[in-house]
């Protein structure tokens, strides 16, 4: 079955706020990428600032047996807009493709589809939706983490 985890968005502050939270649990960032570290395809006809290209894309950060807290720097550039008490997301962690498929298809039923899920350029499956109860909800399969 797949594991549930939090995904905090921040206003430029993800690296602090992470590397804070690491002082508080410990353990080490099992990912740290930068908006920089997108290829041009990637970024879809986005154009960042360079101030915003060393922003965090995306950091992960093990807590205890099996949570992971992840974060990333929401840019409005890119038409993220963080709002603080809902700057947060559900990441779900399917065992299988077909497991995030229907994960993903069933939370979207009435909802809206922010990132259709589709092979992502970091090697995982991966979309993006909000519920029709105005959850937003991450849904990854990445081989690399199946049990």
């Given amino acids: ?46 154009k960042l600032a360079d101030d915003e290209l060393q922003k965090i894309m995306h950091v992960s950060l093990p807590i ?19 709002i603080v008490g809902t700057n947060f997301s559900v990441s779900i962690n ?8 229907k994960l993903y298809n069933g939370l979207a039923d009435g909802g809206t589809m922010t990132m259709p899920i589709a092979d992502a350029f970091w090697g995982a499956y991966f979309g993006m939706l909000t519920d029709k109860f105005g959850v937003q909800w991450l849904v990854n399969f990445d081989e690399k983490y199946a049990q």
């Fill in 94 to 101: 399917a065992d299988s493709k077909e497991e995030a498929e």
């Fill in 64 to 82: 205890g047996n099996s949570s992971v807290l992840m974060a990333s720097d929401a840019l409005e550039s890119t038409g993220q807009k963080r």
């Fill in 1 to 46: 079955m797949a594991t549930i985890n939090p995904y905090l968005d921040f206003d430029g502050n993800a690296e602090e706020a992470l590397n804070f939270y690491k002082s508080v649990f410990g353990g080490e960032f099992t990912a740290l990428m930068r908006y920089k570290e997108m290829s041009g395809a990637e970024c879809d006809g986005m």
